[in-house]
Nanobody, 123 residues
Framework: QVQLVESGGGTVQAGDSLRLSCAAS????????MGWFRQAPGKEREFVAT????????RYAEFVKGRFTISRDNAKNTVYLQMNSLKPEDTAVYYC????????????????WGQGTQVTVSS
């Protein structure tokens, strides 16, 4: 059974940083692509970032480029999302996702989802 468990969310001020973690079980994060999505209140879930089987293969949504970084620790079987220079519009529930492909693009649908972690950025 695949489980993706996010942690690291919280309430911060604009300009602060947070690092989200996604610990996987029943799944090896280095085998296929992993990603992060988010959903703000009243909005649809949207793509944030993805990393392919090769850690050099990363893609980001335009609104987080230069501020967010996706990474993984194969030994810990964990994927991270480092979020810097946070803005109030980054407030959302952030979801970790696992794909069934080694390389994906922003339109690829993940196979598995975590339960989400809340990030709130106050101005």
């Amino acid at each position: 059974q695949v489980q993706l468990v996010e942690s690291g969310g919280g309430t911060v001020q604009a300009g602060d940083s947070l690092r989200l973690s996604c610990a996987a079980s029943g799944w090896t994060v280095s085998t296929y692509a992993m990603g992060w999505f988010r959903q703000a209140p009243g909005k649809e879930r949207e793509f944030v970032a993805t990393m392919g089987r090769s850690s050099s293969n990363t893609r980001y949504a335009e609104f987080v480029k230069g501020r967010f970084t996706i990474s993984r620790d194969n030994a810990k079987n964990t994927v991270y999302l480092q979020m810097n220079s946070l803005k109030p519009e980054d407030t959302a529930v952030y979801y970790c996702a696992a794909y069934l492909y080694a390389i994906v693009d922003v339109t690829t649908t993940p196979k598995y989802w975590g339960q989400g972690t809340q990030v709130t950025v106050s101005s």
